[in-house]
């Protein structure tokens, strides 16, 4: 066998390794890009995705990592521990797609829970939490399909602000989704949001005012009282003082006081 017989022999397997490792090191991100207890798989090409399937899933989570590499395009944090969203938690996220955080224990979303996702975001499950209020922004600037059922909604005033807020395509396949574990209304109690034909807001607007009206009223009462009192305290005051006057003892008169000295002029 000639020397370069050898070579070739020795270098072909190891340039099918380099590439190997080129390969891997394309598709895998180094350790240190990836949060701890996720998973971090680069996008194929021909799915048109550059960027990043970041996967978070049944990892005992109980809240938003914070390293989450801003390549991240699919973003599953499902079946966690996760019980609030952070304002502008996924800011830094500006290619996300798709975000999954159903099966958490979300309770509440706040204005800026979901800022920085305005432009990208095409798919947002927020199905199977412990949502009950939601601030009425939080949905406004995002275009993506929003999935919400199996939540404990209290359907008030902010909720139809929030859902009011979302895009057309958008509003009313989700609002079909919302059932109201309570509301404003205590005959829809357990309803679909799609059966509350009031306006919540204008409702929220008159028991406020009437709470105002029953508040000053309590008030002037109050002080109308005070002065009834007051008044009638005097009276017995003044009363009292009167009879004790009276009950003083008359000054007997002089003979050389000036009126009996008129007289005997």
Not at 160 to 183: D, F, K
Not at 230 to 237: A, H
């Amino acid at each position: 066998m000639s020397a370069l017989d050898v070579w070739l022999s020795r270098s072909i397997p190891m340039c099918l390794l380099l590439q190997s490792l080129v390969l891997m090191a394309l598709c895998f991100p180094p350790a240190s890009m990836c949060p701890k207890g996720c998973s971090c798989l680069r996008t194929d090409a021909h799915l048109h995705l550059h960027g990043l399937n970041v996967t978070c899933s049944r990892s005992r989570l109980k809240e938003i990592p914070r390293d989450l590499p801003a390549e991240t395009v699919l973003l599953r944090l499902d079946h966690n521990h996760i019980s609030a969203i952070p304002e502008r938690a996924f800011a830094g996220l500006r290619l996300l797609r798709e975000l999954n955080l159903s099966g958490n224990a979300l309770e509440t979303l706040g204005e800026g829970a979901f800022a920085g996702l305005e432009g990208a975001l095409q798919l947002l499950d927020l199905s199977h939490n412990r949502i009950s209020s939601v601030h009425k922004d939080a949905f406004s600037r995002l275009n993506a399909r929003i999935v919400v059922e199996d939540n404990p909604w209290h359907c008030d005033c902010a909720l139809q602000q929030a859902l009011g807020g979302m895009a057309a395509h958008n509003h009313e396949a989700t609002s079909t989704r919302v059932l109201c574990r309570s509301s404003e209304l205590r005959d829809q109690d357990g309803q679909p949001y799609m059966a509350v034909d009031a306006d919540l807001c204008n409702l929220a607007k008159r028991t406020t005012d009437y709470a105002m009206l029953v508040t000053m009223f309590g008030w002037f009462a109050m002080v109308i009282s005070y002065v009834v009192y007051y008044v009638r305290q005097n009276q017995e005051d003044a009363r009292r003082h009167l009879e004790y006057l009276k009950s003083l003892p008359s000054k007997p008169k002089r003979p050389d006081d000036p009126e009996d000295i008129t007289t005997v002029v």
